[in-house]
Structures are given as structure tokens and as C-alpha cells.
């Protein structure tokens, strides 16, 4: 099909969308610190956990958002 193996997640959205992306994850990661009393403190302190979340939560929400 053509399809190539090395494409980079980067590659895979415009530049629009990779910023509506970075900003998703802001958002999600500054409502979750703060819920959690983590906002202010130094990254080594925040759990990977909260970081993965708002990563694939923002994902899925543009994922849906842009066309195919």
C-alpha cells in the first residue's frame, strides 16, 4: 500500500493541530495538578501517571476533532 513504517506521531498532525494538541494537554495537566494540590511543584514530583493521562485524553479529543 505504500504505507511507510518510520512515520513519527509529529507527522501525523498538521502544525495547527499539534498545537491545539500541546495546549489540550496543558489544560488537562493544569486542571489535574491543581485538583490533585500538585500545581507549583517540580516536575519529579508530578506522577507520570496524571502526565499519561492528559496526554491520551487530549489524543483521543483531537483525534475526533480533525477530518479524515
Not at 513519527?8 to 489535574?32: K, N, S, W
Not at 485538583?35 to 507520570?48: D, F, I
Amino acid at each position: 500500500l505504500g504505507v511507510r513504517e518510520d512515520v513519527t506521531p509529529d507527522e501525523m498532525l498538521d502544525p495547527r493541530a499539534r498545537g491545539i494538541l500541546f495546549h489540550r494537554v496543558l489544560e488537562h495537566l493544569a486542571r489535574d495538578l491543581t485538583r490533585e494540590g500538585l500545581w507549583g511543584r517540580p516536575p519529579e514530583e508530578v506522577p507520570a501517571h496524571l502526565v499519561d493521562a492528559a496526554v491520551e485524553s487530549s489524543l483521543a479529543q483531537v483525534a475526533s476533532e480533525q477530518p479524515v
